[in-house]
């Protein structure tokens, strides 16, 4: 068994999963069971907000307009997780609930990118649930860009849908997505 920050699954079946391009492709690759473990877990096990939550999912690549590579934010109550596909293969992979996540080249790091110009840990991900998705460089050579603009070491900056980051030499996009409070019938 392989342990990560994303999920603890069998190491041939985490990285042969092909990311579909869209919903309907879905039965053409290889399932995820790994995947659906992860979201049922971070969505306390409430079947509708996986349903609602899973085609923004795997069909977040679709939303990128500058870049093919992404990390988007979910928000689900006052909880959030990350997917992205930052990583050799490209695969869709879910961070558990947290509100602090490491990115850079360390093994420590919930998003490993293994990028020229990537410190072990070059920024923090952070989610506040009244401020949102803050990123923070943290003293990286290379420098953390949003939009252009490069960020001041230790100072945190909120991200926005659809924001160009770049961390070294990788560029990518925040996707941010809200997840539907739990309905329920009475």
């Known amino acids: 068994m392989v342990s990560s920050h ?13 990311q579909p391009s869209r919903l309907d492709d879905s039965s053409q690759g290889g399932e995820a069971p790994w995947l659906l473990d992860t979201l049922f877990s971070n969505l306390s096990y409430d079947l509708e907000q996986v349903a ?10 679709n939303h990128c307009y500058r ?16 997917s992205t596909n930052i990583n050799p293969g490209g695969v869709i992979q879910v961070t ?8 850079g080249r360390g093994s420590r790091c919930a998003v490993v990118m293994p990028q020229p110009g990537m410190a ?8 506040d649930p009244l401020r949102g998705f803050l990123i923070t460089d943290l003293g990286s050579v290379g420098g953390t860009w949003v ?6 070491p230790v100072q945190s900056h909120s991200l926005q849908d659809g924001d160009l980051v ?19 019938d009475d």
């Open 67 to 82: 870049t093919d590579r992404y990390i988007q934010g979910i928000v689900a109550a006052d909880s959030a997780f990350l």
């Open 120 to 127: 072990d840990c070059h920024a923090a991900l952070n989610f």
């Open 52 to 61: 609602d939550i899973i085609d923004p999912i795997l069909t977040a690549k």
């Open 6 to 18: 994303f999920f603890s699954a069998d190491a041939k079946q985490q990285h042969r999963i092909a």
């Open 166 to 184: 770049k961390l070294g030499s990788l560029r990518f996009e925040f996707l941010q997505q809200c997840c539907p409070p739990p309905g329920w």
């Open 147 to 152: 939009n252009g603009r490069r960020l001041a």
């Open 96 to 103: 558990l609930c947290s509100s602090r996540w490491l990115i």
